[in-house]
């Protein structure tokens, strides 16, 4: 519709020259002149039509500017709104650049901070490596913790064998030592005459 419009408003104009003639107003003139002519003579006649006949060209060709102008008019307001529909086009196409902009200056930053990404994951796998380590001595300590809590039962246990073993080591320890003060204490004669046990 719109490419209509615009091969209607754009289509070449005649020359000026072409598109006002006198090519079927012979009637009109002759009729102008014979309304005017009567009673005049030859010359004044001819004269008369000849105004006559730039009055009625002079009418002719202002119509024809008008039709002109008018064309032009529309011609100018169908290419305003044109503008104006390109205008907001080029609104949008504008802000869709400045939101490629800022993304592609998001993805610029974002591809300047891959090195110090590329560090802490470094980092972070170097961490996971110590702690799989750390993990492993862990385990490795707690079992060495399990093995020295057996040793220790253990050793408690001997601790309380050996309190009993030297209890009953004292005991016969004092007993050894009444047995030599008593050996010491007897006489020669004793080893005949032992005393008697109360």
């Known amino acids: 519709m719109e490419n209509q419009r615009a091969e209607q408003y754009f289509s070449p104009i005649d ?3 072409d598109s006002v003639t006198v090519n079927g107003l012979d009637d009109l003139f002759q009729w102008a002149s014979e309304t005017v002519a009567e009673g005049l003579d030859g010359r004044a006649r001819r004269a008369k039509e000849q105004r006559v ?3 009625v ?3 002719i060709h202002r119509s024809a500017d008008l039709q002109a102008k008018a064309k032009h008019a529309d011609e100018l307001a169908y290419l305003q709104r044109r503008v104006i529909a390109l205008q907001g086009v080029l609104a ?3 802000e869709e650049v400045a939101n490629l902009k800022q993304v592609v200056l998001a993805q610029y930053h974002g591809l300047q901070r891959i090195p110090e990404l590329e560090e802490k994951v ?3 796998e170097s961490l996971t490596w110590y702690r799989e380590q750390a993990e492993e001595e862990r385990k490795h300590l707690m079992n060495a913790l399990a093995k020295l809590k057996k040793e220790r039962d253990y050793l408690e246990d001997l601790v309380t064998v050996n309190e009993t073993e030297n209890s009953r080591l004292a ?3 004092n007993e050894a030592k009444q047995e030599i003060a008593v050996l010491k204490a007897r006489r020669w004669w004793h080893y005949f005459f032992p005393p008697k046990k109360s």
């Open 92 to 94: 949008e196409k504008s």
């Open 53 to 55: 006949k730039r009055q």
């Open 171 to 173: 005991l016969l320890l």
């Open 57 to 59: 060209l002079n009418i």
């Open 15 to 17: 020359s000026h020259e």
């Open 122 to 124: 470094h980092q972070l």
